[in-house]
C-alpha cells in the first residue's frame, strides 16, 4: 500500500491543505481547502484550491471526500467549488449543528441547521474509506464544538487544537469552546503512538522560518503551552489569560456564514449579487 500526502499553504490565512491519495487505488481526499477572500473588496477567487484540482485532473484521481476539520473562523472553505468541479462527498464533525445554530441567530440567517448543507456528519469512531485506506475520526472539541481530527495509517490531521511546538494551541473563546475540553483533547493526540506524524491545518512562523506542514508526536509533547501548562488547571488559567488579549479574527464574519453552509455562498439577490452580512454593536 502505498500512501501520499502533499501539502499546500495559503499564505494569507497561515492555512495548510492537504491532498491524501492512496496511489494504488488512485482514490484521493481533500483536507480544510481554501477559497481566496479579499475583505476589503469583497472578491473570492481560487488560486489556493485551482492547482490541487488541477493535480487530481492531470493524475485521473477519483476525489472521494472533501473533508472539513471544523467551521474555521480565519478563511472561507473552498468545499463546494471543489465538490462543483470534481465531485466528492463533504464531511464534517456531527458538532456542526450547534456552530450552525448559533450563528444562524448571530447572523440571522434562514438556514437549515441540521448539518444538512454538508454529505456526512461524523462522530468518534467513524471510518472512511479511501481505497485500501481509511480515515479514522476522533473527536477533539475545546476549540469549537464540531473540531474533530483525522487519523489514517500513521498520520493525524490535527485541525485547530495544537499548532507549531513554539505557537502554542488552539484558542478557546469562540461559541462552544472550552479550554479544560480541549486540555483533554490535545492529551487524547499525545496519546497516539509516538511514530504519529501530526499535520498542522495553521503555521504563522512569521520572518524567521519557513511554514512547516508536520511534526512528529515526540516533538510535539514540546510544545509551549503544554510545557508551561501541563495539568488541566494550570492549562485553563494559561488559556483563558491568554484569550482575553486575543483580537476578533478578521474573517470571522465572513467565513462562518459561509463555512457552516459546506463553502455555499449566500443566495443571491434580485440584483444577481450575493451578500455578506456584518452584524453592528454599539
Known sequence: MSL??????????????????????????????????????????????????????TESLQLVWILETHAHADHLTAANYVKQKLGGKTVIGAGITAVQQHF????????ACDGSQFDRLVSEGDRLALGDFSFEVYSTPGHTSDSII?????????????????????????????????????????SFSEQS????????????????????????????????A???????????SRDSQLAVPKLLYPALQVNICAGQLPQAESNGANYLKIPLRS
Not at 501541563?230 to 483563558?240: F, G, I, K, T
Request: glycine share 6%; proline share 6%.
Open 197 to 228: 506524524r501530526l499535520w498542522l491545518c495553521h503555521d504563522y512562523p512569521g520572518n524567521d522560518r519557513e511554514p512547516i506542514d508536520a511534526i512528529p508526536l515526540a516533538q510535539m509533547k514540546q510544545n509551549i503551552h503544554i510545557q508551561n
Open 4 to 57: 501520499s500526502i502533499r501539502s499546500f499553504y495559503h499564505n494569507a490565512s497561515g492555512t495548510w491543505s492537504y491532498l491524501v491519495t492512496d496511489q494504488p487505488q488512485r482514490k484521493c481526499a481533500i483536507i480544510d481547502p481554501v477559497m481566496d477572500f479579499d475583505l476589503s473588496s469583497g472578491s473570492i477567487g481560487f488560486d489556493a484550491i485551482n492547482p490541487i484540482i488541477e493535480i487530481i485532473e
Open 150 to 190: 483525522y487519523k489514517i495509517a500513521d498520520n493525524i490531521f490535527l485541525g485547530d487544537t495544537f499548532f507549531h511546538p513554539n505557537s502554542g494551541t488552539a484558542r478557546c473563546d469562540f461559541p462552544g469552546g472550552d479550554a479544560a475540553t480541549l486540555f483533554q483533547s490535545l492529551s487524547k493526540i499525545l
Open 104 to 111: 444562524a441567530q448571530v447572523f440571522n440567517l434562514d438556514i
Open 230 to 240: 501541563p495539568n488541566q488547571a494550570s492549562y485553563v488559567e494559561l488559556r483563558q
